[in-house]
């Protein structure tokens, strides 16, 4: 009836009204989070599949709330990029990412994401290279993790801007890879070091019949292209047999390592020489 239809759409909009309202409050309270530093790099192992070693890790913003307690990076990072502060937030991942690399055992990669927005701003190669500079990192141990929306706009200045950043001798990578709209085409357009399979196509492996076909085609794809592949959100030792069965060079996931605190990035290579 009408009025049902009526308390619906009051209801509707309340609901609206109540997310609008949880989202300007995580704004105003993000806006001092890196002054009161409640903002935490995490760290997941990335493996080798030839061999098992780690080849580097994937740094992962965390947000330490005072009263929500932890709050992921899926909630907060949109709210970070509406309101310009995932500029400042993107910078100091970059430096912290660095900064917390530079202390591994040479050879470690650190692989850092980098939001659409960075590109916007003109600064970001000089961002990267104080980074390095400041920190020591070898701009090889570096990696930064883009996606197709960075692609998608098709301007000049970003695709100049990726090939200034890879003349700095760091490594780019595709992230999501087979999420977006127009996946291959965008392989020609750059040439990325790395395409990493988003976990979608890796839990299909060994579930679905044709499971391993995406991962198969993108696995020898990456290949004759000269690209490495990272499968990621490995959980299962299947999906990982499958994933070596395929070609792919490398994992990352909760099979191999959660996101853990610098601290612990350590523990990961006194394991590995206990092995
Ligand atoms: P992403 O770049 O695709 O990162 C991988 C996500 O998958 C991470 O979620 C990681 O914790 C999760 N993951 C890893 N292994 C597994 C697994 O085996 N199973 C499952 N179910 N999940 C797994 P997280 O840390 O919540 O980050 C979510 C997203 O937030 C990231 O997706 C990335 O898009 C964004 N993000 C995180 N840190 C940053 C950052 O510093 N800057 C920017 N711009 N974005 C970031
Ligand atoms: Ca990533
Ligand atoms: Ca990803
Ligand atoms: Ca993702």
């Known amino acids: 009836t009408k009025s049902a239809g009526g308390r619906d759409v009051r209801f509707f909009e309340q609901n609206m009204q109540?997310?609008?309202?949880a989202r300007r409050a995580i704004q105003a309270e993000l806006r001092g989070a890196l002054e009161r530093r409640e903002l935490e790099l995490y760290?997941?192992?990335?493996f080798s599949l030839s061999d098992r070693s780690i080849v580097g890790f994937e740094a992962l913003l965390r947000w330490h709330h005072p009263e929500r307690g932890m709050v992921s990076p899926v909630d907060?990072?949109?709210v970070a990029e509406e309101t310009g502060l995932i500029i400042e937030i993107g910078d100091w991942v970059i430096q912290q990412a660095c900064a917390d690399a530079a202390r591994w055992p040479s050879g470690v990669r650190v692989a850092v994401n980098l939001s659409v927005l960075q590109f916007e701003k003109a600064n970001l190669l000089q961002v990267v290279r104080d980074a390095l500079h400041s920190s020591g990192l070898p701009a090889r141990?570096?990696?930064l993790e883009i996606t197709e929306s960075v692609?998608?706009?098709?301007?000049e200045a970003t695709i100049q801007t990726l090939h200034q950043l890879k003349a700095l001798g760091l490594r780019i990578a595709l992230d999501d890879f087979g999420t977006g709209y127009a996946s291959l085409s965008y392989l020609r357009s750059f040439?990325?070091?790395?395409?990493?399979?988003?976990?979608s196509f890796v839990q299909d492996l060994g579930v679905r019949a044709d499971g391993a076909l995406i991962v198969n085609a993108v696995?020898?794809?990456a290949q004759k292209?000269?690209?490495e592949t990272t499968a990621e959100g490995v959980e299962t030792s299947e999906q990982l047999r499958l994933l070596q069965e395929a070609g792919c060079t490398q994992a990352q996931g909760f099979n191999f390592g959660r996101p853990n605190p610098a601290s612990q990035v350590m523990r990961y290579f006194a394991d590995a020489m206990q092995r």
């Open 219 to 221: 696995a020898e794809l």
């Open 151 to 155: 692609l998608l706009k098709e301007d």
């Open 18 to 21: 109540a997310q609008l309202e």
């Open 225 to 227: 292209l000269g690209m």
């Open 76 to 78: 907060f990072i949109p």
């Open 141 to 143: 141990r570096l990696e």
């Open 191 to 199: 040439p990325f070091d790395q395409i990493k399979i988003d976990r």
């Open 43 to 46: 760290y997941q192992p990335i």
